[in-house]
Nanobody, 123 residues
């Protein structure tokens, strides 16, 4: 079992930055693949960024490439999402997720989920 707790969401103006954090517990952190997903009102949950167990491989959705960076600190059992140049369309609840197998990007491939953190970008 993996327990995930996100933090760092909030209200920011367009063009601003935020850093989300997700602390994991319950399993050796270096054995789990991590991902960030988001869900806007009325929309399906979608993948934002994913990172392999070692941190050596990452995946980004096209709509965040060049603006968001996923990273992990296995010593701190934490994964981060640095978000730059935020746009109003980035407004959503952001979820951290974990899986015990290799890198994947689909929501259905992740076994464990955090409670989510709201990110609101004003225009």
């Amino acid at each position: 079992q993996v327990h995930l707790v996100e933090s760092g969401g909030g209200l920011v103006q367009a063009g601003g930055s935020l850093r989300l954090s997700c602390a994991a517990s319950g399993r050796a952190f270096s054995t789990i693949t991590m991902g960030w997903f988001r869900q806007a009102p009325g929309a399906e949950r979608e993948s934002v960024a994913n990172i392999s167990r070692s941190g050596g491989t990452t995946y980004y959705a096209d709509f965040v490439k060049g603006r968001f960076t996923i990273s992990r600190d296995n010593a701190k059992n934490t994964v981060y999402l640095q978000m730059e140049a935020l746009k109003p369309e980035d407004t959503a609840v952001y979820y951290c997720a974990a899986r015990t197998r290799g890198l994947a990007i689909r929501t259905t491939e992740y076994e464990y989920w955090g409670q989510g953190t709201q990110v609101t970008v004003s225009s």
